[in-house]
């Protein structure tokens, strides 16, 4: 058996055979929920990636639930901006997931490496997430826990960039086609990264929709482009309270070169009132692509499965949706409410680079 430093078991080891199919090949990451192995299909020779409950976790149901939840809801998504989910089998007694194997790295590594972002890089590495986040809205699936270590930046093997996927789909809500907003909490407990947590899940609201993904990608860009999480100082509930009720340090005062229309962007998307956001993640990219030039929105393009292949100015229009980053941007809200609830941490150590 494998152990970290805290003696936390995973009950794999290199060699076996999984299924009658998966060789476990080697350990790849150790999180705070699950181990993490590399391995093969000895029938189709696909490497990939099994991932599974760590031993002093199996018992919990409320990490069995979200285990199932993960595999539900990505394995349910058919779109290349978002991991695949292969297939899902008991062993001894635990669930395996079986999914693609990534080469590259976590935005979160991206950026603790070299820093902030131009607009132009962090746009188009952020279209194809955001494309895949629109995918799964469109089939009813919110994420929920959008932060930089679960945007994963693909390359080839020789390290050439490819493209972006979204990763981690462990917390996320599969809601009824007819429903508008619904109750996201499981238990009672916010769910989410507490620094990119939207205000209205930070509160324990139980009227939540797809707009906390909108706020979510605000906050991962607000941090690409500054080099700091939108709110860094505090923890715990102190942190949630801050996001509740303040707003974060302006952009333009760690960037005062970026524009105004850049700016307003970041900061419609992460308005503390859901209404003074931008009404879906669909409506965030056509106001990103509004200010790229088309050379650098066509390399970000990719296709997306149930929603408009560019859902930028003219479905905006039709919608009634100002396009225009300008003429669209309000001021930081301050949401004035009582903080009742208590932090759920989503820990997950990221992925580690694994070549051949």
Known sequence: MGKNGKGVETILRPGQILDHK??????????????????????????????????????????????RREALAAGRINHPNVVTVFDVFDHEGHECIVMELLLGEPLADRLARQGLMEPDEAFALLLPALRGVAAAHAHHVIHRDLKPHNIFLCTSPDGEYLTTKVLDFGISKIMHPSEEVSDLTLAGKSMGTPAYMAPELANGSRILDRRIDVYGFGAVLYEALSGH??????EGLQLLDQIIKEPPRPLASFRPDLSPEVVAVVERAMAKDPKNRYRSVESLIGAIESLLPATTVSRAL????????????????????????????????VAGVALAVSTALALWAGWTLFRR
């Open 229 to 234: 999480r939108p709110f860094q100082e505090l």
């Open 302 to 333: 990719t296709p997306v499965v149930g929603v408009p292949a560019i859902p930028a100015a003219d479905m905006l229009r039709r919608s009634g949706e100002n396009t225009d980053p300008r003429q669209s941007r309000t001021p930081w809200m």
């Open 22 to 67: 998966y060789r476990v090949e080697k350990l790849i990451g150790l999180g705070g929920m699950a181990a993490v192995w590399a391995g093969v299909n000895k029938r189709t020779g696909k490497r990939v990636v099994l991932k599974m409950i760590l031993q002093s976790l199996a018992d919990s149901e409320e990490v069995r639930e979200r285990f």
